[in-house]
């Protein structure tokens, strides 16, 4: 077990050399993760018995929560037909996290994030359990939806960085990043099975059902919450209370360019790219003309491939940021291609790769940061994760939104694809800039074709450097 911040984790920098050190580049990004080397396989987390409940728990709520999405979004499409209400929707609910994101890092910090989680899961449920009162009784209304979204949101402050940081406490960081990744394959695995569910609930009797089963698949996760051993928790000094954390946590950050870097490129596609349910209501909408089954089939799309990531990350031994670069790259490219898709086969199969892209970004980000990141300053540097990869919708969303009403679904998924695209060629070449790299091109046959190496010669101290 953890005998204090440092002992299980990666060492902050302690000068501004350190920092640039730790942000060195290997070909495309920084060096790899600081990790302690896994015990290997793709499930090698759920050994754990703590973990297991987790992850028990976490399955049977986000199944809940992808149900109320879908719900959410067609009923919102249905009582205002317009998508921009949609991603009014989605802005509310993600703009606590905007706004308080890093406080909800400081609380995360300094109180058990274990009681902290019995908490925040509970008032998730209490939220589902509202809103399912209101549609069965036929008294909702937008306005409704507009406050339990934002009411969820404040939840999700507190929730989120406590979750993210709960992680490590539970499995150590010898297996962090293969549980960071079983996190995602299993809320996943819950989007394959969530959206169909709703789509045939709010067909046959309404979205009413669906928020109702969502709020109470939130006793899983607290039952399991509450039956861990906390004996066999891996033990994480809290921060005290004391004034200046906040500011101090940022210092953190801009002090490490291999954590500034991946949140900047993550809050780019987060802000932009991800705003899924204001794009794929339209195109069922208003391209293809269909219903809440079909908007549900695009969703158990996207959810298989973004599984796949997912699972395919959990078997990765790194987290190498050139990696995340590329995903980023390919991601934004494959939803300019997806924008001006010919048939709706065509573009129903383009979401099966944008899922597994989108995942692999999140996943490698998220792990990355939290095994470069000093323990007693974990729950802050989540927060300001979360606050820009989510925190960004409530910027991105409603002008998104705009885009897709204005000028057509194709026009906005085009855009959204169009920013990711460049935020990845900018936030690649700043990180080569950082290391002292250069883009190579060789075409010889066994040789690497394309690939960045040290601008100086063998030997030099920049060379050194970037291949630490």
């Given at each position: 077990?953890?005998?204090?911040?440092?002992?299980?984790?990666a060492?902050?920098?302690?000068?501004?050399?350190?920092?640039?050190?730790?942000?060195?580049?290997?070909?495309?990004?920084?060096?790899?993760?600081?990790e302690?080397?896994?015990?290997?396989?793709?499930?090698?987390?759920?050994?754990?018995?703590?973990?297991?409940?987790?992850?028990?728990?976490?399955?049977?709520?986000?199944?809940?929560?992808?149900?109320?999405?879908?719900?959410?979004?067609?009923?919102?499409?249905?009582?205002?037909?317009?998508?921009?209400?949609?991603?009014i929707?989605?802005?509310?609910?993600?703009?606590?996290?905007?706004?308080?994101?890093l406080?909800?890092?400081?609380?995360?910090?300094?109180?058990?994030?274990?009681?902290?989680?019995?908490?925040?899961?509970?008032?998730?449920?209490?939220?589902?359990?509202?809103?399912?009162?209101?549609?069965?009784?036929?008294?909702?209304q937008?306005?409704?939806?507009?406050?339990?979204?934002?009411?969820?949101?404040?939840?999700?402050?507190?929730?989120?960085?406590?979750?993210?940081?709960?992680?490590?406490?539970?499995?150590?960081?010898?297996?962090?990043?293969?549980?960071?990744?079983?996190?995602?394959a299993?809320?996943?695995?819950?989007?394959?099975?969530?959206?169909?569910?709703?789509?045939?609930?709010?067909?046959?009797?309404?979205?009413?059902?669906?928020?109702?089963?969502?709020?109470?698949?939130?006793?899983?996760?607290?039952?399991?919450?509450?039956?861990?051993?906390?004996a066999?928790?891996?033990?994480?000094d809290?921060?005290?209370?004391?004034?200046?954390?906040?500011?101090?946590?940022?210092?953190?950050?801009?002090g490490?360019?291999?954590l500034?870097?991946?949140i900047?490129?993550?809050?780019?596609?987060?802000?932009?790219?991800?705003?899924f349910p204001?794009?794929?209501?339209?195109?069922?909408?208003?391209?293809?003309?269909?219903?809440?089954?079909?908007?549900?089939?695009?969703?158990?799309?996207?959810?298989?491939?973004?599984?796949?990531g997912?699972?395919?990350?959990?078997?990765?031994?790194?987290?190498?940021?050139?990696?995340l670069?590329?995903?980023?790259?390919?991601?934004?490219?494959?939803?300019?291609?997806?924008?001006?898709?010919?048939?709706?086969?065509?573009?129903?199969?383009?979401?099966?790769?944008?899922?597994?892209?989108?995942?692999?970004?999140?996943?490698?980000?998220?792990?990355?940061?939290?095994?470069?990141?000093?323990?007693?300053?974990?729950?802050?540097?989540?927060?300001?994760?979360?606050?820009?990869?989510?925190?960004?919708?409530?910027?991105?969303?409603?002008?998104?939104?705009?885009?897709?009403d204005?000028?057509?679904?194709?026009?906005?998924?085009?855009?959204?694809?169009?920013?990711?695209?460049?935020?990845?060629?900018?936030?690649?070449?700043?990180?080569?800039?950082?290391?002292?790299?250069?883009?190579?091109?060789?075409?010889?046959?066994?040789h690497?074709?394309?690939?960045?190496?040290?601008?100086?010669?063998?030997?030099?101290?920049?060379?050194?450097?970037?291949?630490?």
């Amino acid at each position: 077990m953890s005998t204090g911040p440092g002992a299980d984790s990666a060492p902050a920098p302690n000068s501004h050399d350190d920092a640039v050190r730790s942000a060195a580049l290997t070909e495309t990004g920084p060096a790899e993760s600081p990790e302690p080397g896994s015990k290997g396989g793709t499930f090698s987390s759920l050994r754990i018995r703590n973990y297991r409940l987790f992850a028990t728990g976490q399955v049977v709520s986000n199944t809940g929560t992808w149900m109320q999405r879908i719900a959410q979004d067609w009923l919102v499409l249905s009582l205002t037909g317009s998508s921009a209400a949609v991603g009014i929707t989605t802005a509310l609910q993600f703009l606590p996290m905007l706004f308080l994101g890093l406080y909800g890092g400081v609380i995360a910090d300094r109180c058990p994030k274990r009681r902290l989680l019995v908490l925040t899961q509970a008032a998730m449920g209490l939220t589902g359990l509202a809103l399912a009162v209101l549609t069965l009784s036929g008294h909702v209304q937008v306005w409704h939806v507009y406050l339990t979204a934002f009411v969820l949101g404040l939840v999700t402050v507190v929730d989120n960085p406590a979750r993210q940081a709960f992680v490590v406490e539970m499995v150590g960081p010898a297996d962090l990043r293969n549980a960071v990744s079983l996190n995602s394959a299993n809320f996943q695995s819950a989007r394959l099975v969530g959206p169909a569910v709703a789509g045939v609930l709010i067909t046959a009797v309404g979205s009413g059902w669906a928020f109702l089963l969502n709020g109470l698949s939130f006793v899983a996760p607290v039952a399991g919450l509450l039956l861990m051993r906390t004996a066999e928790l891996h033990k994480v000094d809290r921060a005290p209370r004391a004034k200046g954390q906040l500011r101090e946590g940022l210092r953190y950050v801009a002090g490490r360019p291999d954590l500034v870097w991946p949140i900047v490129l993550v809050g780019f596609i987060g802000t932009f790219g991800f705003n899924f349910p204001i794009w794929l209501t339209a195109f069922v909408n208003d391209v293809y003309h269909a219903g809440a089954g079909t908007y549900g089939l695009l969703n158990t799309l996207m959810a298989g491939g973004s599984l796949v990531g997912a699972l395919l990350a959990a078997r990765r031994g790194s987290s190498r940021l050139r990696f995340l670069v590329g995903a980023a790259l390919l991601f934004g490219v494959l939803e300019i291609t997806a924008a001006l898709a010919p048939s709706f086969w065509v573009f129903a199969a383009l979401l099966v790769p944008i899922g597994m892209f989108g995942l692999t970004i999140n996943v490698t980000a998220n792990s990355s940061i939290q095994l470069g990141t000093d323990p007693a300053m974990r729950g802050r540097v989540m927060s300001l994760f979360m606050m820009v990869f989510m925190g960004g919708t409530p910027l991105g969303a409603p002008l998104v939104g705009w885009v897709t009403d204005a000028y057509g679904a194709r026009v906005g998924f085009l855009a959204g694809g169009a920013v990711a695209t460049l935020a990845a060629v900018g936030v690649g070449l700043v990180l080569a800039r950082v290391g002292d790299l250069r883009l190579k091109v060789d075409l010889r046959r066994g040789h690497t074709h394309v690939a960045f190496v040290p601008r100086r010669p063998a030997g030099s101290p920049a060379e050194e450097l970037a291949t630490a």
